[in-house]
């Protein structure tokens, strides 16, 4: 399955946690304070990092930076007692992909890490299992690499560009609700998120701006329509 960096100073749940995961047949390692985090994330080169927040030495936030600062794909899940808004717009500012509070069910932290696995890294589901997506005539897409590349160009996406991006192209010529790629990218429709996700809706039009045949249409209250002539 996934090896998972896990970083929690509460001994019994981390016991608890880390043996769960385990038996789902993920591999696991633990540390208990924000000490050396990154310097074993560069050994350990984890497929996810899952962070507590209130940490001894550095907390949570703190990590994420550090990884971010080397390491922009990872996908980090926070755990936290936390629920102020402006608790989870730090995270995500810090560099989080997602969070979960506390106290939560080991079904939930499974789907979350399954999710998040699927959406930065393009893991296959059974509606697309591929490593390449081509759209129209002109563009690939690569969710594995975050690459979108067009007969001119090659760029990088960010996380949020690809997550974005892979949600249109699995509802290529039907609308997708924009409540639902806030949920699946931010877990959070809020006003601050919905403005984000207008930054980055911009950003790919502008991409695909070189082929009038592909246009990302906004449909007043209720989504988006991912159109492209055949």
Same mark, same amino acid.
């Given at each position: 399955?996934?090896?998972? /960096?896990?970083?929690?100073?509460? *001994?019994?749940?981390?016991?608890?946690?880390?043996?769960? /995961?385990? $038996?789902?047949?993920?591999?696991?390692?633990?540390? #208990?304070? %924000? $000490?050396?985090?990154?310097?074993?994330?560069?050994?350990?080169? #984890?497929?996810?990092?899952?962070?507590?927040?209130?940490?001894?030495?550095?907390? %949570?936030?703190?990590?994420?930076?550090?990884?971010?600062?080397?390491?922009?794909? @990872?996908?980090?899940?926070?755990?936290? *007692?936390?629920?102020?808004?402006?608790?989870?717009?730090?995270?995500?500012? *810090?560099?989080?992909?997602?969070? !979960?509070?506390?106290?939560?069910?080991?079904?939930?932290?499974?789907?979350? !890490?399954?999710?998040?696995?699927?959406? @930065?890294?393009?893991? #296959?589901?059974?509606?697309?299992?591929?490593?390449?997506?081509?759209? %129209?005539?002109?563009?690939?897409?690569?969710?594995?690499?975050?690459?979108?590349?067009?007969?001119?160009?090659?760029?990088?996406?960010?996380? &949020?560009?690809?997550?974005? /991006?892979?949600?249109?192209?699995?509802?290529?010529?039907? @609308? !997708?609700?924009?409540?639902?790629? /806030?949920?699946?990218?931010?877990?959070?429709?809020?006003?601050?998120?919905?403005?984000?996700?207008?930054?980055?809706? $911009? &950003?790919? $039009?502008?991409?695909?701006?070189?082929?009038?045949?592909?246009?990302?249409?906004?449909? &007043?209250?209720? %989504?988006?329509?991912?159109?492209?002539?055949?």
């Amino acid at each position: 399955m996934y090896k998972i /960096l896990y970083v929690e100073d509460e *001994a019994f749940l981390a016991k608890i946690v880390s043996e769960s /995961l385990e $038996r789902l047949g993920h591999e696991v390692v633990h540390l #208990p304070d %924000g $000490r050396n985090v990154e310097k074993k994330f560069m050994d350990y080169q #984890p497929d996810i990092c899952v962070f507590d927040i209130m940490l001894p030495v550095k907390n %949570g936030y703190e990590l994420a930076k550090e990884i971010r600062s080397v390491n922009p794909h @990872t996908p980090i899940l926070f755990l936290t *007692a936390k629920s102020q808004t402006q608790d989870v717009v730090e995270g995500f500012q *810090a560099g989080g992909n997602d969070y !979960i509070k506390k106290p939560f069910s080991m079904e939930e932290l499974q789907v979350r !890490i399954q999710n998040l696995m699927h959406l @930065t890294t393009g893991t #296959p589901s059974k509606k697309e299992n591929k490593d390449v997506i081509q759209i %129209g005539k002109s563009f690939t897409f690569h969710p594995i690499k975050l690459q979108l590349k067009s007969l001119h160009f090659t760029k990088t996406l960010s996380h &949020k560009e690809s997550q974005i /991006l892979q949600l249109l192209c699995e509802n290529i010529n039907s @609308t !997708i609700e924009r409540k639902k790629i /806030l949920l699946k990218v931010w877990n959070d429709d809020s006003y601050f998120n919905s403005r984000n996700l207008d930054v980055y809706i $911009r &950003k790919l $039009r502008t991409y695909f701006s070189e082929d009038e045949s592909i246009q990302i249409l906004t449909l &007043k209250g209720v %989504g988006y329509h991912f159109a492209i002539d055949s």
